[in-house]
């Protein structure tokens, strides 16, 4: 029996392919099976074990990620067997004669009908080359067969009938296919129908993975709200789930109204994640990329999101586009920080083959690697030195901001330091000076790096209180460099006469010290976190780590016979 594999290779271990569960799941053929790898496993142990399945033909799902993985993946293949070889996938779908140098056929655009119809047609020894959508190589000439008919996406079962042995991995799910939005930089611009399946169907889709226990579903919609009401309608459905699973969608902050505020209002704690791309806040260059977005709106929305304390919000950023130099994105970083957002990604244009970008390049007089992912290095507006900059500095965004560990510190930092940019320079070149490698730096490096920063500005101990406050809001009681430590006679004095109302929620038998701390504060912490203004002032609180989540708080007072209180 013929036998056709299709082989998936994901950036990281927890990720999933759903465009292999797809094609296999669409042609029902159960000669049709599936291979998962990562990048970052051994070529030759992918190889042998690809080789040992005997497979008549290899289909490779290609991105930027891989693209070069594969193209040596399947080089070897064709050279040691008698296989045909074909990919498909955004990589290749726009640059199918370079792909056709590593391989038999390339399938190009959407794969589910075109696949089908190439299956059919192997598996009856019928001529493949007359299937939709299938590229060849004819008396060394590109052939381009007329595309397939686009798929009714309601018709498109979930492709993961694996879930028992995916409830650690991360889950995609494609909800609706195509943009309503034509920015330069994407390949979704390239897909002009935009096509959607019902409410209804999604509902029962992703309430199966909640009820599976998946750990996150990743919905890979280039705008999950491009249709609001039917985006609100799912929101309020995953808003009646149990359990622990997570959703994130990308939406459009252009496209989100009172209804779709309201459902993510009502969202549980944890359940919703969202991704917004807002990419640049300069007016010239979101023109010049087709990407018109009314920023003001922008914060005012994420800003009433994140006052419910209850969803996650991505910003992202892209630096080397058209028209923006290190001035004007330094005014986009400040802009987009200052929004308030958990996570700020900084990433860097890609001039991917296929988009507009490309035919842009030479205009703004952007040069990028021709090696995937193709990433800018320079253009007329910024240096080769400045992106390099910006490259440090998104790694200091990344370990000090995004991953939560001083988000407050952050924010309280940048007034003083002159901007949010400003901050992370000063950082940056601090440790060119100190001939130190941020990345071979631990956390408590980190720490007193931070701590000793704050010495160069007025408000000292404000800054240095916020270091504290970050650190004690860690879900366990960390242990703290020593030098970010108040140690005062009352702490001690504090947890041998401990108010009743806190000594009952410790552990019985355990020292009340290991799971708890007493601390003081130049401000009111509790009033900062609520509202996010200062009130100064010293007072001292009590942290409660017992849940092992975010520790309860309670101010405390001493009362006129010295003891303590809860107030």
């Given at each position: ?6 082989v ?35 070529p ?22 891989n693209?070069n ?22 990589e ?9 140098q ?12 075109a ?20 590229c ?14 686009y ?34 930089y ?12 019902s ?39 995953i ?64 800003r ?37 957002a ?10 991917l ?21 193709y990433?800018v290095?320079?253009?007329?507006a ?27 510190t ?15 320079d ?15 730096m ?63 929620g ?8 290991h ?11 509790l ?34 016979d ?6």
């Amino acid at each position: 029996m013929k036998k056709i594999v299709l082989v998936g290779v994901n950036a990281k271990f927890a990720h999933t392919n759903p465009a292999i569960r797809y094609l296999q799941q669409y042609c029902g053929q159960e000669q049709v099976q599936i291979a998962e790898y990562t990048i970052n496993m051994e070529p030759e142990q992918v190889y042998e074990q690809l080789r040992s399945m005997q497979a008549d033909v290899y289909g490779f799902s290609v991105y930027i990620w891989n693209v070069n993985y594969i193209y040596a993946l399947a080089d070897k293949l064709r050279r040691q067997t008698n296989a045909l070889l074909l990919m498909g996938g955004p990589e290749v779908t726009f640059d199918a004669e370079t792909a056709l140098q590593h391989c038999d056929y390339v399938l190009s655009g959407e794969g589910e009908e075109a696949f089908a119809q190439f299956v059919q047609a192997f598996l009856n020894g019928q001529d493949v080359r007359r299937v939709p959508s299938i590229c060849f190589m004819q008396q060394e000439k590109l052939h381009r067969n007329p595309p397939a008919d686009y798929i009714d996406l309601e018709q498109l079962a979930q492709p993961y009938v694996d879930l028992d042995n995916l409830k650690r991995r991360l889950i995609y799910y494609e909800s609706s296919r195509g943009c309503p939005f034509s920015c330069a930089y994407c390949l979704s611009s390239a897909e002009k129908q935009l096509r959607f399946a019902s409410a209804e169907k999604v509902c029962r889709d992703i309430r199966h993975f909640a009820e599976k226990g998946v750990m996150k579903v990743k919905f890979v919609d280039r705008t999950f709200n491009a249709d609001p009401p039917r985006a609100a309608r799912i929101v309020r459905d995953i808003n009646t789930y149990g359990g622990q699973t997570e959703f994130h969608f990308e939406i459009a902050a252009d496209l989100i109204d009172q209804d779709f505020l309201q459902a993510l209002a009502e969202a549980k704690q944890g359940k919703i994640q969202l991704e917004i791309g807002v990419q640049s806040t300069h007016e010239p260059t979101l023109k010049a990329i087709d990407r018109i977005q009314d920023f003001a709106y922008t914060r005012q929305v994420v800003r009433e999101i994140l006052s419910h304390k209850n969803v996650k919000v991505h910003l992202d950023l892209i630096a080397g586009l058209p028209l923006e130099g290190l001035a004007e994105f330094r005014k986009s970083f400040d802009d987009v920080m200052e929004v308030g957002a958990q996570v700020v990604q900084l990433g860097f244009l890609k001039v991917l083959k296929g988009s507009p970008m490309e035919q842009l390049t030479e205009r703004y007089g952007i040069v990028s690697s021709e090696q995937a992912p193709y990433e800018v290095k320079y253009t007329d507006a910024i240096t080769e030195e400045q992106l390099l900059e910006l490259h440090e500095i998104e790694y200091l965004l990344e370990r000090i901001y995004n991953s939560g560990l001083y988000y407050y510190t952050t924010h309280l930092v940048a007034s003083a330091a002159g901007g949010y940019y400003a901050f992370f320079d000063v950082l940056r070149c601090r440790l060119k000076q100190e001939h130190r490698n941020p990345r071979q730096m631990g956390e408590q490096e980190l720490a007193l790096l931070l701590w000793r920063q704050m010495e160069a500005y007025p408000q000292e101990e404000l800054l240095k209180d916020a270091i504290r406050l970050d650190w004690f809001l860690r879900p366990r009681r960390a242990q703290m460099p020593a030098a970010l430590e108040k140690h005062t006679p009352w702490q001690r004095e504090f947890y041998a006469h401990m108010p009743e109302q806190l000594a009952q929620g410790m552990p019985k038998g355990k020292r009340p010290w290991h799971y708890s701390r007493i601390e003081s504060f130049c401000f009111d912490i509790l009033h900062y976190l609520q509202t996010g203004c200062l009130k100064r002032g010293q007072a001292i609180y009590f942290f409660d780590y017992t849940s092992g989540k975010t520790p309860e708080i309670f101010p405390l007072r001493r009362a006129e016979d010295n003891l303590w209180q809860c107030i």
